[in-house]
């Protein structure tokens, strides 16, 4: 662990508020979910259960926490205020992992939990329990007899998942590290039953990154498997051009149903990328490309650049535009290639860079140009800009892809997952 990453005892953020960028409360914590996992590695913390003014206890996912000191944890403001629901995968710490009875590894001794703590990872957003405050001697956290002592995770047992068990979380722990395209492959062999069961376990982010790897008839049959609610909300984190893919492959009232459910802004997004052709420009695009005002230095282009929940092809360039930043934008000015983001000082603007020799496709612009002008400039993305000039989107080579491949490669693909190894009957 690199030496001055953060750490906090859980204990400590029992009961705190929960801020907003703006500084309103948002509400308190009340309890801490992780997933515990195979063996001896650490759990991973998911998330927190917030309570609100309502009393309504929500979950915030870690990555919308920002920051976790001076008895406050500041969030990006994003919250979803549908009520938490333990799944199976879960476990939360206050409730189930304090005054537990756990081993000492070495030595079998008795040690009842009192607390933990939690750690952000080096260079990411993930967090993990990483160390456990124990008791020796019999008896709960009310006693107070017995040496304390804080000890490394991996140095008690009792914790972790069995190794054998039979459980959609033993499943998802075995499989926890693996890209969303080979769990992608581990779902579609399972079983409709087993199938639904680990979906169901999933958080919805790795859900949704899941979905969008697997073929049309798996996703409509896990979506339809969801409860409304939760099935708007993986639509929602889904990248919007695929979530509108899926959308038109279900029954008109369902698709309104939970376009309904759904964000407003997100539904809006949605319902624009579904107005367009299936296999233009305008059908292909993405409406969550980075973008910029021309008076933007180097360093906040390469601060979005950064952000790791973009794909490497949206990350490859930043767009210049006049506001609104968000999409359909203001007038699009031209398109900053990372390349050059890292040739020149971090303080020059990115209007004095943009590269306006390209001209953008309009939305109505079919599959084959678009191919034709990927393979032409040697691009990996493209601007979307309609006639007024505003930005709508951008198209990325991997969306392109999709659709020129045969229909059944994803199938053909499946037969066998990460590193060769065939999915129904062993390594080959």
């Not at 919308?64 to 799944?87: A, D, K, L, P």
């Not at 998802?172 to 080979?182: G, H, S």
């Not at 376009?259 to 695009?285: F, I, K, N, Q, W």
């Not at 993305?381 to 080579?397: C, I, K, Q, R, Y």
Request: hydrophobic share 40%; with cysteine; glycine share 8%.
């Amino acid at each position: 662990m690199a030496a001055g990453a953060p750490r906090v005892f859980v204990s400590h953020i029992s009961g705190v508020a929960v801020f907003d960028p703006n500084g309103d409360q948002v509400g308190r914590v009340r309890d801490v979910v992780a997933m515990l996992r195979v063996g001896k590695r650490p759990p991973r913390v998911l998330g927190l259960v917030v309570e609100v003014v309502s009393r309504r206890r929500i979950f915030l996912p870690m990555t919308r926490v920002t920051g976790v000191e001076s008895g406050q944890v500041i969030t990006t403001g994003v919250v979803n205020m549908r009520r938490f629901e333990q799944r199976p995968t879960e476990t939360l710490v206050f409730g189930e992992l304090f005054d537990r009875r756990v081993k000492l590894v070495g030595t079998d001794e008795d040690v009842t939990v009192l607390d933990v703590s939690i750690t952000q990872l080096p260079a990411r957003r993930d967090w993990e329990i990483d160390k456990v405050f124990v008791r020796r001697g019999k008896g709960g956290a009310l006693r107070r007899k017995g040496e304390t002592l804080t000890v490394e995770w991996s140095a008690v047992t009792g914790f972790s998942l069995e190794e054998h068990g039979q459980g959609a979380e033993n499943l998802l722990a075995t499989f926890e590290r693996l890209r969303p395209a080979d769990l992608a492959n581990v779902l579609h062999h399972l079983s409709p039953k087993r199938r639904a069961e680990v979906a169901a376990a999933l958080d919805d982010d790795r859900l949704a990154d899941v979905l969008e790897e697997l073929p049309e008839d798996d996703q409509i049959e896990i979506l339809g498997k969801l409860k409304e609610e939760r099935a708007a909300d993986v639509l929602e984190a889904m990248d919007p051009d695929d979530a509108a893919d899926l959308l038109s492959e279900l029954p008109e009232e369902e698709m309104e149903r939970l376009l309904t459910l759904m964000r407003p802004d997100e539904a809006a997004d949605v319902r624009r990328l579904m107005s367009y052709e299936e296999l233009s420009a305008g059908g292909l695009m993405t409406t969550e490309p980075i973008v910029l005002r021309p008076d933007a230095t180097v360093a906040d282009a390469l601060a979005r650049v950064r952000n790791p929940d973009l794909s490497p092809a949206l990350a490859a360039q930043v767009y210049v535009c006049r506001p609104p930043d968000e999409t359909p934008t203001g007038k699009y000015l031209g398109t900053v290639h990372f390349q050059r983001l890292l040739r020149d000082p971090p303080f020059t603007l990115v209007g004095a860079l943009t590269d306006t020799e390209l001209r953008p496709l309009s939305p109505d612009t079919p599959l084959p140009a678009v191919t034709s002008y990927l393979a032409t400039y040697n691009l990996i993305a493209v601007p979307v800009v309609d006639e007024s000039g505003s930005l709508l989107g951008a198209v990325t080579v991997d969306d392109v892809l999709d659709h020129l491949l045969p229909d059944d490669w994803r199938e053909t693909e499946l037969h066998h997952g990460p590193f060769g190894m065939d999915l129904q009957g062993g390594a080959p």
